[in-house]
């Protein structure tokens, strides 16, 4: 069972956790990468929701909700919008939150910012933005995500000592980073956001915004997953298709075990698709990094 807390700062405890659901089963996570939706069909997740079976999904939002077309100016850059009828799709999709801590949050000024967390929260969808954490029940646990924009700026001493004070409140931490670099390998100050979150004791590290595929890790405690790739992307921006989903299974003693999923991603109002036949997705990204990856079928566990 799914019960929403809603976003707040860290000073704000979350209720009691959830006890509708038994203790002893396990609890199924999944995190996907960029996403921009200029179409919304439901179809267009369906295969890939299909393979995490009852999971709530955690994912990189790109660009304001129902305010315009998105548009390319004069010096080449993109200014996105996402259809207004997306809420309603990420909640088909059982999608628990949101990160919008990304260089495509003010496409639409202070009023898109206003408008996309009004909407998200209306399909009681959850909202992770720079100085917001999204808090949820799933199960027995409360779940926490917070979310940072490293494209321009390092990770901030205000930002580690949320966390800090956020991972007493949690059961299970998340921090979803946002990266511009673009490339396959964590930037500088990915480095940094990363290494900060591992010291706070996270339990899920995720990256999103270079649309590339990164290395996976097990730091300490922490999962770490450094480029999840596109999910589904609108935009004629990108053109990266090879992608992963993270799932995560947590059992009943808090035990947090991660799946790679690999996936083709939905690009210019195509739908996603688990890449079931091809493993040189797995190949790829464990030859980014040092982390053995465990080939289970067409998945990967590390």
């Known amino acids: 069972m799914l019960l929403i807390l809603g976003c707040s700062t860290m000073d704000t405890p979350p209720p009691p956790a959830d006890q509708t659901k038994r203790s002893d089963e396990p609890i199924q996570l999944w995190f996907g990468g960029d996403l921009h939706v200029s179409t919304a069909r439901k179809e267009r997740l369906d295969k890939v929701i299909e393979v995490v079976p009852g999971g709530i999904g955690f994912i990189n939002l790109e660009g304001p909700v129902g305010i315009g077309p998105s548009t390319k100016r004069v010096d080449g850059k993109w200014v996105l919008r996402n259809t207004h009828s997306l809420p309603m799709v990420l909640k088909d999709w059982k999608i628990g939150a949101v990160s919008t801590a990304n260089n495509h949050r003010l496409d639409a000024g202070e009023e898109g910012v206003a408008q996309t967390l009004a909407q998200l929260e209306r399909s009681a ?10 808090r949820l029940e799933i199960g027995n646990k409360r779940i926490s995500m917070m979310a940072a924009d490293l494209s321009l700026l390092p990770v901030t001493e205000a930002f580690v000592e949320r966390l800090e004070s956020e991972r007493a409140l949690s059961d299970i931490l998340i921090v979803s980073y ?15 956001g990363i290494s ?24 300490g405690k922490s999962i770490v997953a450094s480029g999840l790739g596109n999910l589904l992307f609108d935009c004629d921006c990108t ?13 009943a003693n808090g035990e947090i075990s991660p799946m790679i999923l690999p996936i083709t991603a939905g690009l210019k109002g195509g739908n996603a698709q688990p890449a079931t036949e091809d493993g040189g997705i ?18 990967g566990s590390f």
Do not use: C, Y
């Open 125 to 134: 969808i959850m909202v992770a933005t720079p100085t917001r954490t999204a």
């Open 178 to 192: 946002h990266t511009g670099e673009d490339t396959n390998l964590p930037s500088p100050h990915l480095e940094t």
């Open 196 to 219: 900060e979150a591992v010291n706070a004791n996270t339990d899920i590290v995720v990256a999103h915004g270079s649309h590339r595929l990164g290395p996976v890790r097990r730091m």
């Open 239 to 251: 053109h990266q298709s090879e992608a992963m989903v993270l799932q995560i299974t947590i059992d």
């Open 282 to 299: 797995l190949n790829f990204i464990e030859a980014l990094g040092d982390t053995p990856i465990t080939r289970i079928g067409w998945k």
